[in-house]
Structures are given as C-alpha cells and as structure tokens.
Nanobody, 123 residues
Framework: VQLQASGGGLVQPGGSLGLSCAASGRPFGSYGTGWFRQGPGKEREFVAGINWRGDSTVCADSVKGRFTISRDNNNNMVYLQLNSLKPEDTAVYYC?????????????????WGQGTLVTVSS
C-alpha cells in the first residue's frame, strides 16, 4: 500500500486544518488506519485511529474533542480534521495503515506509512 499525506501548513493558534491521506496499490477497505505525529525533539506519538468500516474511532487524550478522523473507502481516502490548534500540535503528521482492520495506537502494528505532512501552529 502506498500512502500520500497532504494538507499541512502554517496556521495560527486556534485555527483549523484538514489533512488528507490517499491510499493506492491494494484494496483499502479492509485496512485499519491511524494518524501519528512527531514534534520537534519528540518521539512519534499516536493521534487518532479508525477501523476499516469507519464506524469506530479512537483519539489520543491530547487531541480528543479537537481532532476528528474519518475515511472514505470508495475513494481510498483517510482524513484528519484539526480544530482549535495549539502550538504544541506542531509536528510532522503521518498516516499509516494495518491489516488488522482496527485503528490501534501501537505504531508497531502499522507496516505501511506515508511520507508525512508538516503542521506548524504559530502566531
């Protein structure tokens, strides 16, 4: 599976961004999907995950109520809506997929990763 993340950019605190992840190469509909991020000087961390059907999601406590993950299996797309952004949300955001079918928080469960898209939250 090849993944292409896009949508990052510079945004002011309190602003919003929408990230997209396009999948190709294999049937996408059976894969669990996750978004992870890595901030400056930090380790990669889980942000949000979604199951293969798109009816079960999980988010990290740090983004709960602000970020929303969704997917469109017909178009092989996964999305992450980022609202009420904070400077500490600054990071490279990665999408990843796994064959388990669930959006797990363990990065080791994901064999396929996109290249990342940079989100910078600054005034």
């Amino acid at each position: 599976v090849q993944l292409q993340a896009s949508g990052g950019g510079l945004v002011q605190p309190g602003g919003s961004l929408g990230l997209s992840c396009a999948a190709s190469g294999r049937p996408f509909g059976s894969y669990g999907t996750g978004w992870f991020r890595q901030g400056p000087g930090k380790e990669r961390e889980f942000v949000a995950g979604i199951n293969w059907r798109g009816d079960s999601t999980v988010c990290a406590d740090s983004v709960k109520g602000r970020f929303t993950i969704s997917r469109d299996n017909n178009n092989n797309m996964v999305y992450l809506q980022l609202n009420s952004l904070k400077p500490e949300d600054t990071a490279v955001y990665y999408c990843a997929v796994n064959s388990r079918g669930w959006g797990t928080s363990n990065s080791a469960d994901y064999p396929y990763w996109g290249q990342g898209t940079l989100v910078t939250v600054s005034s």
